[in-house]
């Protein structure tokens, strides 16, 4: 599968973004796809993951709430809606496909689609 992520920009607090992942291979009808993101200086971390076969989605606590995570499958895309962004959301956004679902081994990544928060 290839991934490819975008969406990304400059925004300010308070503000909101939609990131997209598209992918070409694997269906998202029998596959999951997870969001992940890295500030400088920090660990890669998760943010959110769906699986596409039930719908069953996850969220890092510091976002639930703020971000929605949601899948088109017959466009075979993933989006995650950002509201109420932070300065600390500031980071690096990847998609990737959790195998066999969410928490599972990455199979795939996309590059990343920088989001920056600033005022």
């Known amino acids: 599968v290839q991934l490819q992520a975008s969406g990304g920009g400059l925004v300010q607090p308070g503000g909101s973004l939609r990131l997209s992942c598209a992918a070409s291979g694997d269906s998202l009808d029998v596959s999951a796809r997870g969001w992940f993101r890295q500030a400088p200086g920090k660990v890669r971390e998760a943010v959110s993951c769906i699986d596409g076969r039930d719908g069953t989605t996850t969220y890092a606590d510091s976002v639930k709430g703020r971000f929605t995570i949601s899948g088109d499958n017959s466009r075979n895309i993933v989006y995650l809606q950002m509201n109420n962004l932070k300065p600390e959301d500031t980071a690096v956004y990847y998609c990737?496909?959790?195998?066999?679902?969410?928490?599972?081994?990455?199979?795939?990544w996309g590059q990343g689609t920088q989001v920056t928060v600033s005022s």
């Open positions: 990737a496909e959790p195998y066999p679902t969410c928490g599972g081994v990455i199979n795939a």
